[in-house]
């Protein structure tokens, strides 16, 4: 658990900072323990549940109750199955755009810090060459926004600290 009493999620360390949780007074219709987060992120499941607590995300419960993924598991093929199952079904995802791609590195998943504008990808030089040598020009890159559209979307490899990144727009 963290200080602020969340499950820690080492393939998304600060998902309050990155909008996949938010405050909420009501208590956990899964676990019925009172709530301080509830998950705002998407949901890939047969039916439409109420969000869950983040307990209920770290420990797998609420995946295994309605057969649910918090994130597509196509951008993990190749990994080891357990390290799919963590992510998709034991980490919370994040909202994007269009489908969400989750980055890797090292043969394992990255870390989601969370989404970024141009100006907060000045300060992960890696992460911005990456993107630039995709679409060629900054032009493009200046209009990335945090909450706008085209929105960057920003990983660290957990092994060696590569700063990845990568975009979608509505």
Same mark, same amino acid.
């Given at each position: 658990m963290t200080d602020a009493g969340l499950p820690t999620f080492r393939y998304h360390p600060d998902p309050v900072g990155s909008g996949s949780f938010e405050l909420s007074p009501a208590r956990c219709p899964y676990c019925g323990v009172d709530r301080t987060y509830v998950y705002t992120g998407p949901v890939y499941a047969i039916d439409e549940p109420d969000p869950p607590c983040p307990r209920c995300i770290a420990d797998g419960s609420f995946a295994a109750r309605? #057969? #649910?993924e918090f994130t597509d598991a196509a951008a993990? #093929? %190749?990994l080891d199955a357990d390290i799919i199952d963590? =992510?998709?079904?034991r980490t919370p995802g994040f909202s994007g755009w269009q489908q969400?791609?989750?980055?890797t590195h090292c043969d394992d998943a990255a870390a989601f810090l %969370?989404? =970024?504008?141009?100006e907060e990808l000045l300060s992960h030089p890696q992460a911005l060459e990456l993107l630039r040598s995709e679409e060629g020009s900054d032009d493009w890159l200046q209009g990335l926004s945090r909450d706008g559209s085209p929105? %960057?979307?920003l990983f660290r490899c957990r092994h060696c600290g590569a700063e990845l990144a990568n975009w979608d727009v509505d």
């Open positions: 309605f #057969a #649910a993990l #093929a %190749g963590e =992510v998709t079904r969400e791609q989750w980055m %969370g989404p =970024v504008a141009y929105t %960057g979307y």
